[in-house]
């Protein structure tokens, strides 16, 4: 089942030529109206008449989330004001909010991309779409809630919070599919068992989660918990919101990246070389459709890598691998590179660890150090000492092994790691405020 059939499964040479044409047009467009855009490629010596082929993107200028900042909030757009519809907005952790702004096509193109990746995670006309991603300045709610109604499916506008709320909604209007984080997802299940409520026995078949890293060992333990098919999904607001990629349910190996309306590249971050397919690096997209504010070689900070291997479902978009983390995320603890995925991965496969757990880095001794609070249930927690004893030092050797690095693994009772309701709080990191 596809959306668009056509544009989904065009034969790679007719996708390559469309992206070439777009990315044509989408460089004249900017050269001509965003002054920042002007100057940059002015810089680089390329124009919208100079690239003659998909490989002289590499010639591009590279775009940063810091060009955006010092544009606040308007100067990266491509179109007068009264072309807008829509303005988005995304936290910052400091400072101003990066902001984005749609035209009214800009608005059909991404309820198209929503609504495809919807049909790619298994959805249909008549399914009851939960969708528990925050409505407001963030992209998740909105763009969800559209893309369900461009595909004709029902959509309950819950937003987040008020667990309680959700979980009777849940149960009384037989919703079908859930979108929110992955974290939330199981946080949601918990509260529900602490009702007296199985999960397992909603409606719910479909899970579209996003927003956060997850890892493979995380899906399985949300597919057991809440009996549904877990897919991942991926987007940013700079770029579009969700859905600029999705798995598909028929293989849920790699994220189908739409490519008649992004062009992907993996770069070396340190160098900015370009990658060849299958290298692990970061992730670059340039939007061609983008009328509001087009982005070339936007750097999104996001590690994965790409692949142009035939699917299994048809669809000829490139995938990406599920994302091992953001760059900013990316732990150095003594030299050594960790993202909090990786040891997500180790903790999961670990019998009796739920998956709830905290990363506190620390510098003691001009030393780095590494703590693992996690979880165990309420049976291994009540178990003798030396049981525990034995279970976290089997999982520091396992970190130990697989990445490298010494830890200090603490097992924590149940429900004691706080719980979030959007994305999940993972590292603690206090050498950032010496
Ligand atoms: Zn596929």
Redesign the pocket.
């Given at each position: 089942m596809f959306f668009n059939e056509d544009f989904e499964t065009l034969p790679r040479e007719a996708l390559r030529a469309l992206q070439l044409k777009r990315l044509k047009a989408m460089v004249a467009r900017v050269q001509e109206s965003v002054p920042f855009y002007q100057e940059a490629l002015k810089k680089a010596g390329v124009n919208a008449d100079s690239i003659n082929s998909l490989e002289d993107l590499a010639r591009l200028p590279f775009t940063y989330k810091q060009d955006m900042r010092d544009s606040y909030p308007y100067r990266m757009f491509a179109v007068p004001m009264e072309e807008i519809v829509r303005i988005h907005a995304s936290s910052g952790t400091t400072g101003k909010p990066t902001v984005v702004g749609y035209t009214k096509k800009d608005i059909e193109n991404w309820s198209e991309l929503m609504a495809r990746s919807f049909v790619a995670a298994g959805v249909h006309r008549g399914d009851i779409i939960h969708n528990a991603y925050g409505y407001g300045l963030f992209t998740g709610g909105l763009g969800a809630h559209y893309g369900a109604e461009r595909l004709g499916a029902s959509v309950i506008p819950m937003s987040g919070g008020n667990t309680k709320k959700q979980i009777m909604i849940m149960q009384d209007f037989g919703s079908t599919v859930l979108t929110c984080t992955p974290s939330y997802s199981l946080f949601m299940a918990e509260a529900a068992k602490e009702e007296g409520i199985d999960f397992r026995e909603l409606k719910l078949k479909v899970g579209i989660f996003g927003a956060e890293p997850w890892s493979e060992e995380m899906r399985a333990d949300i597919e057991g918990k809440l009996n549904l098919s877990a897919v991942d999904i991926y987007g940013l607001s700079e770029i579009m919101g969700p859905g600029v990629a999705i798995e598909?349910h028929?293989?849920k190996k790699g994220l189908?990246i739409w490519e008649d309306h992004f062009i992907p590249e993996i770069i070396n971050p340190e160098t900015g070389a370009v990658l060849g397919e299958g290298e692990e690096g970061e992730l670059v997209i340039t939007t061609i459709t983008k009328e509001g504010i087009p982005l070339i070689r936007y750097r999104t900070r996001d590690i994965t890598s790409l692949t142009y291997e035939p699917?299994?479902?048809g669809?000829t978009h490139a995938r990406i691998a599920r994302m091992s983390g953001r760059s900013d995320d990316m732990l150095i603890i003594r030299g050594v590179n960790v993202f909090p995925s990786q040891i997500e991965s180790i903790l999961m496969s670990v019998e009796g660890v739920e998956p709830h757990y905290l990363l506190i880095v620390d510098r003691k001794e001009n030393l780095d150090t590494l703590e693992v609070q996690v979880e165990v249930g309420e049976h291994l927690f009540s178990d003798e000492i030396k049981h525990l004893q034995a279970l976290s030092q089997r999982i520091e050797k396992q970190i130990k092994e697989m990445l490298g690095v010494t830890s200090r693994v603490r097992l924590v009772e149940p429900k004691s790691i706080a719980r979030s309701e959007g994305k999940a709080k993972r590292v603690i990191d206090n050498r950032k405020k010496a």
């Open positions: 598909c028929q293989a189908h699917c299994v479902c669809r």
